[in-house]
């Protein structure tokens, strides 16, 4: 499985050196910005962004409220079962970081020595991206756009392959799309339940916003047909 781009002339490496080729050319307050971005100024802002979220979906009427903080609640925890399934799986592709195998490289990220596919920004990103999706699409958008950005960091900066970013990418959206119904059936109720509570209601629905109140089926049948009759 380590043959995965490791040596000869391909798409992978082409696209690598290409984008890697940037940095060579670039003045180096650029690098290092790119270099800080794709390692942890992207993915805080992507934390904010869910937190952003949380902000708008705490305003929803409660059942779409609760609906949308299990969305957001899915999230990290997605995001956390992506980095534990790339732990086996990098053993087991066992492919070298780019620079190990291909000289010319302008490498920005010193002391990475662990296997290369996947990458563990993109899939935490994407799964950040695709759940925040979830809960809302203008805001989910956006994130999806920030974890592509943080893909192409980790390519540019020389640390993985093109091909590593799209194994991350794809690690992350299947995590959370493939779990989603079992995980919202899971944290759906408790938010629901959040959402009724005087105490830590305010975690779910913003204070005024009152909780849903169950129908009454029988009464509301009732008073509509007092109102036809009428």
Known sequence: MAGLATGGPNMDVSLLYGINGLAQRAPDWLD????????????????????WCWRGVRKRPAPAAAEGFAALVWAPLAAA????????????VARPRPFRQHGGLEVLAS???DFSFVSDHAALAMALGVGLFMANRKLGFAGIGLALAVGLCKVYTGEHYPTDVVGGLALGTAVVLLL???????????ARALAASRRVGWLVRARGCAPAQPVDLPRAAAARESDLAA
């Open 32 to 51: 290092r910005a790119v270099a800080a971005a794709g390692e942890y100024g992207l993915l805080t802002a992507l934390v904010l962004l869910v937190l």
């Open 81 to 92: 079962i992506a980095l534990l399934l790339n732990v086996p799986l990098r053993e087991f």
């Open 180 to 190: 989603a119904p079992l995980a919202m059936a899971l944290l759906t109720p408790p």
């Open 111 to 113: 002391g990475r020595h």
